[in-house]
């Protein structure tokens, strides 16, 4: 008997989800797709959320969602529901095409918990329709407060990443490579005859900035901090400030001096300036470093942004992991980084435990 049960049950949710997928091959518009993947986002967020085990793996699977998610409303308005044509003539094939590809893209979330779950995180699997009913009073007091934060993550995905940014990005994927140099010589002797003309100031300086593009906007979500970009300057001015970068498709991505104009993508931009005392023979030291990267070349860590491991070549580095190893190599580290290839922008004021760091000043560009 409860074989058969469990099969007319199963029979049911089967037939339910083919009946919905049909209804939504012939009749969905963008906004159904678009409320089915949010809907799709959150259950699979939530399930992630309350699951035990490492923190960390929770933190990557929920990015990994998100990604997804902004993936998704990408191909809705651009691929799926494109503006229809002059013609009144319905390309059937193709209406059909483009929806398929819709459902596929809706199941998306559950094939890479699938994925997960049967690599190595078991306990990551979707629990059966007779086990979700059997859900304990604990977790069903925290499933409020996890709502309510996933509806906060979403709030402040779509007021902080619209479909252009994210289109932006997807685009300027195409020039970064976490595992070779595309970047070399980008640096102009100018730039090292102004360098050598600072060594009489007795400081050197951190900047960390929020800059407004969309790289800094999206990944704010998930740092929940205003400042995500980090460079040092040889001078108070700020004309020999440099880091890693995006390169502003002028120059390839990795190591680039940075202007003003850099910091202001948006009208609430702004940087923090702090200074570090520094000698002449020190900052000689980090320039001559410097000088040698942009000789053998680099590339932007794009990967080591999300997954902080050892990157493949000693070059490929994101910002404020460049600013740490320059201060490093000179012996003018004033915290100890647990990970170093887990360092944000705001650690390098944050984690000033000693006050070795001195604030010069504000640059607000709005």
């Known amino acids: 008997t409860k074989v058969r049960d469990r099969m007319k049950r199963k029979i049911f949710i089967y037939s339910f989800f083919a009946l919905l997928f049909v209804a939504i091959l012939i009749v969905g518009q963008a906004e159904i797709f678009i409320a089915a993947y949010v809907v799709a986002f959150i259950l699979v967020v939530i399930?992630?959320?309350?699951?035990?085990?490492r923190r960390k793996t929770r933190r990557h699977l929920v990015l990994a969602y998100s990604s997804i998610?902004?993936?998704q409303l990408i191909m809705v308005n651009n691929v799926i529901f494109v503006e229809a044509m002059e013609t009144d003539i319905v390309d059937i094939p193709d209406f059909v095409f483009r929806r398929i590809l819709g459902i596929a893209l809706l199941c998306l979330p559950a094939l890479v918990n699938r994925f997960v779950?049967?690599?190595?995180?078991?306990?990551?699997?979707l629990p059966p329709v007779g086990e979700s009913a059997a859900v304990?009073?604990?977790?069903l007091l925290n499933t409020g407060a996890l709502i309510k934060n996933v509806a906060g993550f979403i709030s402040e995905s779509k007021t902080k990443v619209s479909i252009e940014s994210m289109t932006y990005m997807?685009?300027?994927?195409?020039?970064?490579?976490?595992?070779?140099?595309?970047?070399?010589?980008?640096?102009?002797?100018?730039?090292?005859?102004?360098?050598?003309?600072?060594f009489s100031d007795?400081?050197?300086?951190?900047?960390?900035?929020?800059?407004?593009?969309?790289?800094?906007?999206?990944?704010?979500i998930f740092t929940q901090k205003q400042y995500n970009h980090a460079s040092?300057?040889?001078?108070?001015?700020?004309?020999?400030?440099?880091?890693?970068?995006?390169?502003?498709?002028?120059y390839p991505p990795g190591l680039n001096m940075e202007l003003l104009d850099f910091f202001c993508k948006a009208p609430d931009s702004k940087?923090?300036?702090?200074?570090?005392?520094?000698?002449?023979?020190?900052?000689?030291?980090i320039l001559d470093k410097i000088e040698k990267i942009n000789r053998e070349g680099s590339a932007y860590n794009m990967l080591g942004v999300f997954i902080h491991k050892k990157p493949p070549k000693p070059n490929i580095l994101y910002c404020s992991q460049f600013v740490y190893n320059m201060l490093e190599d000179v012996g003018l580290t004033y915290f100890e980084a647990a990970n170093r290839n887990k360092i944000s922008p705001t650690d390098l004021v944050e984690n000033d435990y000693y006050r070795k760091l001195k604030f010069e000043l504000e640059i607000t560009f709005g």
């Open 47 to 53: 399930r992630t959320l309350m699951t035990p085990g």
């Open 69 to 71: 998610l902004i993936v």
């Open 117 to 125: 779950a049967s690599v190595k995180y078991t306990h990551y699997y």
């Open 136 to 139: 304990g009073i604990s977790e």
């Open 170 to 198: 997807l685009k300027d994927l195409s020039r970064h490579d976490s595992f070779h140099y595309v970047n070399s010589r980008s640096l102009t002797e100018e730039y090292f005859i102004k360098a050598r003309e600072s």
């Open 202 to 220: 007795p400081n050197i300086y951190i900047v960390i900035s929020k800059t407004g593009s969309p790289h800094s906007e999206f990944l704010s």
């Open 232 to 250: 040092i300057s040889f001078d108070k001015k700020l004309q020999t400030t440099i880091s890693y970068n995006g390169g502003e498709r002028v």
């Open 271 to 285: 940087i923090m300036v702090y200074s570090l005392p520094c000698s002449a023979d020190k900052k000689k030291q």
